[in-house]
């Protein structure tokens, strides 16, 4: 019975080829919209790590301007960044299973390849511990180790696409890259890793590109590789070289530790509060303490990833989807009754209110199956005008399966809803009086 009723519905709507083409194209347009909007809204708000976001911690220490809030729109909170002083000495604890201080830089790469020109590129100092703890996985090699970092050993982990791009897909562990006119040893390829949002460093970009080059902070600090990232600074301290710079209380590292326990993150914060009032001694540490230590998911809602102007958005477009269901039911009711003398026809030889309801709830969701994958098309061309108009968000203006999956079931059940009352609407129609016109 199910399949002939789609062979009725088919019929139906091709019977109507103009008011099909109308309510496909409004259910098309109002999902098109809806997804586009709920796609980039939802990318936006992913958990970038699930696997682990309950166990890794933002560090906060509240070394600012003793006068003023590092920022006067959350005054409760500590600076986002570090400074070198700070993240030197947070190091030095063996409380954490893993710790990583980190910024950016820019560096030119020279490679060896003549066919390739010397490039500029952004690229990340930080621990060995960066690897394991945000589950970046290797393809050759490793990372290095503490003893490596130390020394200021010329080490270098890149990506795989850069691998590919600068040593053909080979296993190039051990090969040397240069940048910046000084010469490195590739110690690992890791796959291509680019999470969203860029939960790691929000303070450069939440929705940049993630870097595909990774150095020791010992080769930073001889290189004397100044951040070229988010840097802040409250007083004037006469910064005249890098070691001045290293010994500011300006703020410019990320420190990102992995506690497993809750003891773990009690003890590592007791910590935190030993060492502030060690510098509070020392005349450091102005403002009333306020250590912190935050999860994934919250610091993402500290650093205001996703902002109100984007729910707004997503409420926006659902109102759009709306006044377009409206206008389907009028557009269905008006159809419908249309086919009054035929369903009076179907109820006089013996049909039932129940079955010819059934019908066209069968056609209703025919229709909003064609409207939904309709509405892919325009979601997708909706994306690519984000995609236009806003270079960078590339990765944010796609449609993945999760998404395909709820835009047609959303048609579906949205074109259903509306199609209740007309379908409802017509089984009333009394068929004495359609017969009496045949």
């Known amino acids: 019975m199910f399949a002939y009723y789609v062979r009725l519905a088919t019929r139906s709507l091709f019977a109507t080829p103009a008011m099909t083409a109308l ?14 909007a709920v796609t980039t809204y939802y990318l936006m708000s992913n958990n970038p790590i699930p696997q682990k976001s309950s166990v890794l911690y933002a560090v906060q220490l509240d070394g600012w301007d003793p006068a003023k809030p590092y920022d006067d729109d959350q005054p409760e909170q500590a600076p986002w960044e570090l400074t070198y002083r700070d993240a030197m000495a947070l190091r030095e604890s063996d409380l954490p299973t893993r710790h990583a201080a980190m910024y950016k830089v820019s560096l030119v790469v020279q490679p060896d390849r003549r066919e390739l020109k010397p490039f500029q590129t952004v690229a990340r100092l930080t621990d ?108 004037d301290e006469g910064l005249h070289s890098f070691e001045d ?75 759009f989807l709306a006044v377009c269901l409206f206008n389907i039911v009028g557009l269905m009711l008006t159809k419908f009754l249309g086919k009054a003398p035929q369903i009076g026809i179907r109820r006089a030889l013996g049909a039932s209110k129940g079955a010819v309801f059934r019908q066209q709830l ?20 909706a994306l690519k005008g984000i995609q236009l108009l806003f270079p960078g968000f590339e990765h944010l203006a796609r449609l993945d399966l999760t998404m395909v999956t709820v835009a047609v079931g959303s ?12 379908a409802w609407r017509v089984c009333r129609v009394p068929p004495a009086a359609y017969l009496r016109l045949q």
Not at 23 to 36: C, E, N, R, Y
Not at 298 to 319: M, P, S, Y
């Open 411 to 422: 048609a579906i059940l949205a074109t259903v809803i509306a199609g209740l009352y007309p």
């Open 245 to 319: 710079f290293l010994g500011s209380e300006c703020v410019w590292w990320q420190y990102w530790a992995e506690l497993e326990t809750p003891q773990q993150r009690d003890a590592y914060h007791a910590f935190l509060d030993g060492y502030v009032a060690d510098q509070k001694a020392l005349g450091r540490f102005g403002r009333p303490m306020n250590n912190r230590l935050t999860p994934v998911d919250e610091w993402l809602k500290v650093r205001q990833v996703v902002r109100n102007d984007n729910k707004v958005l997503v409420g926006i477009a659902f109102l």
């Open 128 to 235: 060995g511990d960066f690897f394991d703890m945000f589950d970046l996985h290797f393809v050759y090699g490793g990372a290095w180790n503490r003893a490596a970092d130390d020394a200021g050993e010329r080490l270098v982990v890149i990506s795989k696409s850069r691998n590919d791009e600068l040593f053909g897909g080979e296993d190039s562990v051990g090969r040397p890259l240069r940048m910046d006119d000084d010469e490195f040893t590739v110690a690992g390829v890791v796959e291509d890793w680019n999470p969203v949002p860029k939960y790691y460093d929000p303070n450069n970009g939440a929705f940049d590109d993630s870097e595909d080059i990774f150095i020791p902070m010992g080769a930073g600090r001889e290189m004397e590789l100044f951040s070229s990232g988010n840097t802040n600074c409250w007083k």
């Open 23 to 36: 309510m496909v194209s409004t259910i098309a347009l109002g999902i098109g919209v809806f997804m586009a």
């Open 362 to 381: 069968i056609e209703v969701g025919t229709l909003g199956t064609a409207g939904g994958l309709a509405g892919l098309g325009c979601a997708w061309l």
